[in-house]
């Protein structure tokens, strides 16, 4: 056990649930990703590809589209509950490599999405659940979703993992129908994830909650690189703004802007980038940072983003107990129903 090595964010796609994908997608391109990726979806081919890295153990959770993507809400419920028993039969099958997954849920009924969650933990052992960074161009600070991230907290004492969404047909410039070059994807699922992240923040949702455990993917999005432009300038808030309301949020907080952002949790998942690891640590700390793949969507489609994330890992030269957090340590306290 001491060497093992939890990947706690990489995705898989159960065959009933790529089925719906293809029968209810509603953007084309990503539709075509998901059903071409074979690893998301062949696990004995998944699992023979791990053969490589005996030490990891992958905690899965559903790729996007997400249940509320797929479907209406009167839909989506029974789209999640494919999915999370399609994930819990890959967790039975293979233990030794899949221990656990994470459940999602039907964002877009937020009563249907409670009883999910509920069933999902308490019958089929998830270790907690995925929300996307909006619901269908939602903000996640929206108070329908207050209480599905309460009882999560509060009740199940289980972490959230938030994952990045922004689809292909939202433009980069008024002017245009779509985005280009997949920058959609590639600069615009760090930007949603930082933008949800300050929305948790200034709404007060961490001062009201703040057992809550949320897992960034890709280690907090811009937040690390920028936390420097964002604590001085968030420190001015209000003053760009006509009437200068919103600087009364700050009097709202009972703490500064950026501690709030450091209860949050960020992932390894950064291509392989050292340095833009470092950056990570220096923000979050070695007790808040996870060792993650985002296997299979990589050039190589499924071993390329572990080998280079342990080889990132492994750059950086760190202090044995601080490796052995990222690798395992910080996953195991989270995947711990935690008591208060």
């Not at 907690?128 to 929206?142: K, R, W, Y």
């Not at 001062?207 to 897992?215: G, S």
């Not at 923000?283 to 060792?291: K, L, N, R, T, W």
Request: hydrophobic fraction near 40%; include cysteine.
């Amino acid at each position: 056990m001491s060497n093992v090595k939890i990947d706690i964010y990489n995705h898989v796609m159960p065959p009933a649930y790529v089925d719906l994908v293809k029968a209810h997608g509603k953007e084309p391109g990503m539709v075509k990703r998901m059903t071409q990726l074979r690893l998301l979806w062949d696990m004995p081919a998944r699992v023979a590809m791990l053969e490589q890295f005996p030490d990891v153990q992958q905690i899965i959770s559903l790729a996007v589209p997400s249940p509320d993507m797929l479907g209406s809400p009167e839909d989506s419920p029974a789209y999640a509950r494919v999915a999370n028993e399609g994930m819990a039969e890959i967790c039975r099958q293979w233990p030794h490599k899949f221990p656990g997954f994470v459940a999602s849920l039907p964002m877009n009924n937020p009563d249907a999405a409670l009883l999910e969650m509920d069933y999902a933990i308490d019958t089929l052992g998830a270790k907690g659940v995925q929300i996307l960074t909006s619901v269908n161009g939602q903000a996640m600070d929206h108070p329908a979703f207050f209480s599905i991230f309460e009882r999560i907290t509060h009740h199940h004492h289980l972490p959230v993992w938030m994952h990045p969404t922004r689809p292909g047909s939202r433009s980069d410039y008024p002017s245009e129908d779509r985005s280009q070059y997949e920058i959609w994807q590639v600069l615009g699922w760090p930007m949603e994830t930082s933008v949800a992240m300050a929305r948790m923040v200034f709404s007060g949702l961490l001062e009201k909650l703040p057992e809550l455990r949320l897992i960034t993917h890709h280690c907090g999005g811009m937040l690390p690189y920028f936390s420097g432009r964002a604590e001085t300038l968030w420190a001015q808030l209000g003053s760009r703004s006509a009437d200068g309301a919103e600087a009364d949020v700050l009097k709202r907080l009972s703490k500064p802007p950026m501690d709030y952002f450091k209860m949050f949790y960020g992932d390894t998942v950064l291509g392989g980038s050292a340095s833009a690891l470092r950056c990570g640590l220096d923000f979050f700390g070695p007790d808040h940072v996870v060792f993650a793949s985002d296997c299979p969507f990589d050039p190589e489609e499924g071993p390329m983003f572990i080998r280079e994330g342990l080889r990132s890992i492994e750059a950086l030269d760190l202090s044995v107990e601080d490796a052995r957090k990222i690798y395992f340590g910080n996953a195991f306290k989270l995947l711990q129903r935690k008591k208060t």
